[in-house]
Nanobody, 122 residues
């Protein structure tokens, strides 16, 4: 069984920074694609970005240049460094994982964390 547990989010002012982490446990050896997805208050969802086992990353246009995804494979931990935060970044952030061939075929993740709230005030 795979578990993904995000660190606690928080509240920051516009322009501030916050780093989220996601600890993976269980049989994660085949899960070579991981990402961060956020859900807005109106329930609309957006993939922030993702990373594969080779460290290649992609980002949504809305966060490109401000957010950085990284991973520590030894610690089975995924990170999301968020800089220059804006009020529109307010959302519940979840980490997710999948086998890359599944994700690239379906654009769906197989495993999800519970999510953590990030609130950016103006």
């Amino acid at each position: 069984q795979v578990q993904l547990v995000e660190s606690r989010g928080g509240s920051v002012q516009s322009g501030g920074s916050l780093t989220l982490s996601c600890a993976a446990s269980g049989d994660t050896s085949r899960l070579d694609c991981m990402g961060w997805v956020r859900r807005y208050p109106g329930k609309e969802r957006e993939e922030v970005g993702n990373i594969d086992s080779d460290g290649r990353t992609t980002y949504s246009d809305s966060v490109k240049g401000r957010f950085t995804i990284s991973q520590d494979n030894a610690k089975k931990t995924l990170y999301l460094q968020m800089n220059s935060l804006k009020p529109e970044d307010t959302a519940v952030y979840s980490c997710a994982a999948a086998r890359c061939f599944i994700y690239r075929l379906t654009r769906r993740y197989e495993y999800w964390g519970q999510g953590t709230q990030v609130t950016v005030s103006s």
